[in-house]
């Protein structure tokens, strides 16, 4: 029996960043949604991911907001935050948390902490 790709979400509200992830992530093996709101991927629901990919800086919900509501639903579901603003990021890999990616970010280290975070997540 074949193992369906993995399902990665992308939130963000530039769709030139939206469209290039997407194609790296299919490139990669992933199967990908992305949303150009938090408020789209919540309503579209999250039952089917293996993970989540959201910008830090959107209108409406940002990625923290967002990244603390999905993880009252699916707490086990990993969550990387993108931001353009380096800062952040490098804050916020101070404090030990991983997951952090500056933008432009680094391709293949993106995909390689996908490829773990999924391993990961299936025991693997």
């Given amino acids: 029996m074949e193992k369906t790709k993995p399902m990665v979400a992308v939130v963000d509200d530039d769709p030139r960043l939206l469209e290039s992830l997407e194609e790296l992530l299919e490139s990669a093996g992933y199967a990908a949604c992305c949303f150009g709101s938090a408020r789209g991927l919540l309503n579209h629901g ?67 902490a996908i490829s773990e975070a999924c391993k990961n997540r299936d025991g693997g």
């Fill in 46 to 112: 999250l039952s089917h991911l293996d993970l989540l990919i959201t910008d830090i800086g959107m209108p409406g919900m940002n990625g923290f907001e967002l990244r603390d509501q999905v993880k009252k639903v699916r707490p086990e579901l990993p969550v990387f935050l993108i931001t353009g603003r380096h800062e952040i990021a490098d804050q916020g890999r101070a404090q030990g948390i991983s997951g952090f990616f500056r933008k432009p970010f680094d391709a293949p280290a993106l995909l390689i």
